[in-house]
Structures are given as C-alpha cells and as structure tokens.
C-alpha cells in the first residue's frame, strides 16, 4: 500500500469527483495479501465474469 500512499491527489478531498483505477488496484493488492493468490491470474475468475456477461 506504500505505493498508494504516495500518489498525491489530483484535488481537495470533496471539492472535485474524477473516476480512478485505483480502487481496484487496491482491491487487489488486499486480495493477494489475504489469499496469497492473484486475483488477475484466478481461474476462478473467467468462470465468474462469463456467469455476469
């Protein structure tokens, strides 16, 4: 999380809105941590998206 940390924001909190990619570099980061698996690499994974296409 060290590299989140030193992204510095584009703006002050609450006064802009700007869509990021962050949340789900983060989203991942916490699951590989918990799991030890990557959630890119997951077999899993295809399985769950082809169910929500």
């Known amino acids: 999380m060290k590299i ?3 992204i510095p924001l584009a703006f002050a ?3 802009k809105w700007s869509y990021s990619n ?3 570099l983060t989203l991942g980061v916490l699951i590989r941590h918990v799991s030890g698996k990557n959630l890119w ?3 899993e994974r295809e399985d769950l ?3 929500w296409a």
């Open 49 to 51: 998206l082809n169910r």
């Open 22 to 24: 962050l949340v789900y």
């Open 4 to 6: 989140v940390e030193g």
């Open 13 to 15: 909190p609450r006064t």
């Open 41 to 43: 690499r997951l077999p």
